[in-house]
């Protein structure tokens, strides 16, 4: 256990340092970036010594005592290693929370029109917020299901043996593989407020002050949205790469094995890419028809009167998956080293 937490805390000082390493060699370029009608400024953003270093501090405490808390589902004694955990299957309860969710979804447009009249626009902007969390929420709720729905039907119609190792390793914790990517959902439901209500600002066509003030204030809703994006993909690429790696070294028995009995590096690349773009592809489109059905007035408005601004917010999207990808991609060396080490081992 002494070894395990060493490690933990090590892999996050040395993974603290180079992240720090790379925000002061981004500074330049984020110092480009124009908020309140003017260039940041590399200056403005660059962190002192004393907070640089709490971040460092804050993520390893955090990697120890996630670590910690990890290891008290290990049981390590004479005979091995085991896990004190079993994979739990997918409640139907979830489905009928879900149900509870989309009828208040549902009735949503007629408490907005009371809400209106009672309290405001500040009633209305608090609902709407709601209203997006619930979405979120019932997303995370009946993800696991439908995901194990979709792959128990992708099982029981599997034409290859690559939809049927994908349908199998997915429904041994359907789970895990939603939790990988299930804030891809908030994200994308962020990313469609946040551009609308920037596209929405930017046609503001009141006196020229306001105007102006308008579209600075939107056109930094935007970049903010953007980044905001981007970082989020960024670091589900980042944990998919890494929880992939993971996997691969912990079922490297059973790659090996795959491989003798013909299932070669393609396929099972392909097996891993189902795996977790499936999952993403859910999230991401359950958040975008989501917010756009909620807010299909002022979608309609901004893809009318400012697409461009939407349509940035979408490709922005569209290329933080493809981020993900790359976080897949970059296992690819691990998996074909332990296919042939594992090939080695046995000749």
Same mark, same amino acid.
């Given at each position: 256990?002494?070894?395990?937490?060493?490690?933990?805390?090590?892999?996050?000082?040395?993974?603290?340092?180079?992240?720090?390493?790379?925000?002061?060699?981004?500074?330049?370029?984020?110092?480009?970036?124009?908020?309140?009608?003017?260039?940041?400024?590399?200056?403005?953003?660059?962190?002192?010594?004393?907070?640089?270093?709490?971040?460092?501090?804050?993520?390893?405490?955090?990697?120890?005592?996630?670590?910690?808390?990890?290891? %008290?589902?290990?049981?390590?004694?004479?005979? #091995?290693?085991?896990?004190?955990?079993?994979?739990?299957?997918?409640?139907?309860?979830?489905? *009928?929370?879900?149900?509870?969710? !989309?009828?208040?979804?549902?009735?949503?447009?007629?408490?907005?029109?009371?809400?209106?009249?009672?309290?405001?626009? !500040?009633?209305?902007?608090?609902?709407?917020?709601?209203?997006?969390?619930?979405?979120?929420?019932?997303?995370?709720?009946?993800?696991?299901?439908?995901?194990?729905?979709?792959?128990?039907? %992708?099982?029981?119609?599997?034409?290859?043996?690559?939809?049927?190792?994908?349908?199998?390793?997915?429904?041994?914790?359907?789970?895990?593989?939603?939790?990988? !990517?299930?804030?891809? #959902?908030?994200?994308?439901?962020?990313?469609?407020?946040?551009?609308?209500?920037?596209?929405?600002?930017?046609?503001?066509?009141?006196?020229?002050? *306001?105007?102006?003030?308008?579209?600075?204030?939107?056109?930094?809703?935007?970049?903010?949205?953007?980044?905001?994006?981007?970082?989020?993909?960024?670091?589900?690429?980042?944990?998919?790469?890494?929880?992939?790696?993971?996997?691969?070294?912990?079922?490297?028995?059973?790659?090996?094995?795959?491989?003798?009995?013909?299932?070669?590096?393609?396929?099972?690349?392909?097996?891993?890419?189902?795996? !977790?773009?499936?999952?993403? &592809?859910?999230?991401?489109?359950?958040?975008?028809?989501?917010?756009?059905?909620?807010?299909?007035?002022?979608?309609?408005?901004?893809?009318?009167? &400012?697409?461009?601004?939407?349509?940035?917010?979408?490709?922005?999207?569209?290329?933080?998956?493809?981020?993900? %990808?790359?976080?897949?991609?970059?296992?690819?060396?691990?998996?074909? &080293?332990?296919?042939?080490?594992?090939? *080695? %081992?046995?000749?």
């Amino acid at each position: 256990r002494v070894v395990a937490l060493t490690e933990a805390g090590l892999q996050a000082l040395v993974g603290s340092i180079l992240g720090i390493t790379g925000y002061v060699l981004c500074l330049p370029l984020l110092g480009q970036l124009s908020f309140n009608g003017g260039k940041v400024g590399a200056d403005s953003i660059l962190l002192r010594p004393i907070p640089v270093a709490g971040v460092i501090l804050t993520l390893v405490l955090l990697a120890l005592v996630s670590s910690a808390i990890g290891l %008290r589902k290990v049981d390590v004694s004479p005979l #091995g290693v085991r896990m004190r955990s079993q994979p739990r299957s997918v409640s139907w309860v979830r489905l *009928a929370i879900g149900g509870a969710i !989309v009828l208040l979804i549902v009735f949503s447009k007629a408490v907005l029109g009371f809400l209106g009249h009672q309290t405001g626009m !500040v009633g209305v902007y608090v609902f709407i917020a709601v209203i997006l969390a619930a979405v979120v929420e019932l997303a995370n709720i009946i993800g696991p299901k439908l995901l194990a729905m979709y792959f128990q039907h %992708r099982l029981q119609r599997a034409k290859d043996a690559t939809d049927l190792v994908a349908a199998r390793q997915v429904l041994e914790n359907p789970r895990a593989a939603w939790t990988q !990517v299930a804030s891809l #959902g908030a994200v994308c439901v962020v990313g469609m407020l946040g551009g609308t209500g920037a596209a929405m600002m930017q046609t503001i066509n009141n006196d020229p002050p *306001a105007t102006k003030s308008a579209r600075i204030v939107g056109g930094d809703l935007q970049t903010g949205v953007i980044l905001l994006i981007i970082f989020a993909f960024a670091t589900v690429a980042c944990s998919v790469g890494v929880n992939q790696a993971s996997a691969i070294l912990d079922r490297r028995s059973v790659e090996v094995g795959l491989d003798v009995v013909g299932m070669d590096l393609q396929t099972q690349d392909k097996v891993r890419r189902i795996t !977790v773009i499936s999952p993403m &592809r859910f999230a991401m489109v359950t958040g975008i028809i989501a917010t756009g059905l909620l807010l299909v007035p002022a979608t309609g408005i901004a893809l009318i009167t &400012r697409p461009a601004t939407v349509l940035v917010t979408v490709a922005t999207i569209v290329a933080g998956a493809g981020m993900v %990808r790359l976080g897949l991609w970059a296992t690819r060396p691990t998996l074909r &080293r332990v296919i042939d080490d594992g090939l *080695a %081992r046995t000749e």
